[in-house]
């Protein structure tokens, strides 16, 4: 049988995605390495940081915001600026703190509750 693939097209949820692919990057490996293809991602550059998650991977590196950038650095995307492809790390780093976020908040209600 067939594993379905996972559409995402919604801005957020490919934030949250590439949020945990990069805080804990077992994921990939678990669980969206068999669901999530590049074709998952409608943003471009969510799709694009996918790739580079996947390049790092096949580097035998750790994908973290340090080696994603780094990859992107030597792979920059193409069609756009030099300008724009330098504020990747900050980007990058908000995919991070996105999940961050949500953990935090998870915490929160939970100790509200006890």
Partial sequence: MDKAKLLLHDELCE??????????????YGVFGDYCTEEA??????????QCIGGVISEG??????SVFEY?????RK???EEENSLLAGNIAELISSVVTS?????????SVV
């Fill in 15 to 28: 934030k949250q995605v590439l949020g945990v692919l990069l805080s804990y990057n077992s994921y990939y």
């Fill in 41 to 50: 991602f409608s943003n471009p550059f969510n799709r694009y940081i996918f």
């Fill in 61 to 66: 590196k750790e994908p973290d915001i340090t």
């Fill in 72 to 76: 992107t650095q030597k792979n920059p």
């Fill in 79 to 81: 069609g756009v600026s």
């Fill in 103 to 111: 953990a935090t908040f998870e915490l929160a209600d939970r100790k």
